[in-house]
């Protein structure tokens, strides 16, 4: 659907969001068939059709035991994921005594938009970064490292404290959070699969070895399985690249949505476009995993060609500013002299 606005911008990537979601348990069901095709591949003995009916009807049975399985994951995950996040990165809390001028910027961002606050924290790590976290308004919290706060100004953490607000305001932190607890039992269903395989060779049909009265039904049944199991390395595989192409689809747009949020709020987009130049590349945060990272104002963690890079490139997050927000920091000239790029579109932004 096409938007208009900040506002129905939003409200897209939340419908967007959610279909991505609900896509990430249809990676679990594919996932239970394949392991189900494993099973059957490992203990029976059986052409390829005949191992693809036993995986349905053993994927169809367990069905809800699944799904009963991921919810009680989410939900405990959703009790404590703050405190896994705490126990991987550890961070303290900010109270008022202890920082009264950071305390009063992000009070000043909630009550300017009637928002509960969220709890103010500080990793003690020199890389300048900031993310937001939490899934409820008992958790959310946004953390700040020690870097970012010898690196910016005053001007440029507000702003920085906006972006991550608007994070929150947008849904974006507990969505990430819940993409991020299915995609690692993707990845953990994927890994455990491949250390079986790896335990188990290649032994079929319940590892026997005794000689078949007829060896071209043993060839074809010993190639059915083989079959079987390379159909479902092929699920999973392809399960295990959906599941984190959906966690970056995930985040990719919604730093653009955060970046125009901290404009909103602050009515300073320089002063978000000048923290964006500084913190560019020089996020990483020592001991923080990629789902952290995902959730961070940088993320300098790239794949082939950009293409699995959770987040966009620092330039085109400050051009979209600058068209879109009003900042009037130029990017810097091209190498070549004498040419002039066409306009963009004034009709859509990055966010759509």
Not at 52 to 68: C, D, E, K, N, Y
Request: glycine share 8%; proline share 5%; charged share 20%.
């Amino acid at each position: 659907m096409t938007a208009f606005g900040l506002y129905t911008h939003i409200q897209s990537n939340k419908r967007r969001s959610v279909f991505l979601l609900t896509a990430l348990f249809g990676l679990v069901y594919g996932l239970t068939f394949a392991g189900a095709l494993l099973a059957s591949a490992f203990t029976t003995e059986n052409d390829l059709s005949g191992h693809l009916m036993q995986a349905l009807r053993f994927a169809g049975a367990s069905l809800p035991f699944v799904t009963i399985g991921v919810l009680a994951w989410i939900a405990i995950a959703w009790k404590f994921n703050q405190a896994f996040i705490s126990l991987a990165l550890p961070s303290h809390g900010l109270t008022r005594d202890e920082s009264p001028k950071l305390y009063n910027m992000l009070e000043n961002l909630c009550i300017s938009r009637g928002v509960p606050m969220p709890k103010l924290a500080i990793v003690e790590d020199e890389a300048p970064n900031a993310f937001a976290s939490g899934v409820n308004e008992k958790q959310f919290t946004i953390t700040l490292t020690r870097g970012l706060l010898n690196t910016l100004d005053d001007a440029e953490v507000e702003a920085v404290m906006a972006h991550e607000l608007t994070h929150i305001r947008n849904g974006d932190v507990r969505m990430m959070v819940i993409a991020m607890i299915i995609a690692g039992v993707v990845s953990f269903f994927c890994e455990l699969t491949f250390r079986m395989i790896g335990r188990n060779g290649m032994r079929f049909g319940g590892g026997s070895n005794s000689k078949s009265s007829s060896s071209s039904s043993s060839g074809d049944k010993k190639g059915g399985a083989m079959a079987a199991i390379a159909v479902a390395l092929l699920i999973i595989a392809a399960a295990w690249a959906l599941s984190l192409m959906i966690r970056l689809m995930l985040s990719r747009s919604r730093e653009f949505l955060a970046d125009a949020g901290s404009v909103e709020l602050t009515k300073n987009p320089d002063a978000m476009i000048s923290a964006l130049r500084k913190v560019a590349g020089k996020g990483e945060i020592e001991g923080a995993t990629s789902g952290v990272m995902e959730m961070c104002l940088d993320n300098p963690r790239s794949g082939f060609a950009d293409l699995f890079s959770s987040h966009p490139s620092i330039d085109d997050r400050v051009e979209a500013l600058r068209k879109f927000a009003g900042g009037m920091e130029e990017l810097a000239p091209p190498p070549s002299e004498g040419l002039i790029a066409p306009p963009a579109s004034p009709n859509k932004g990055p966010w759509a």
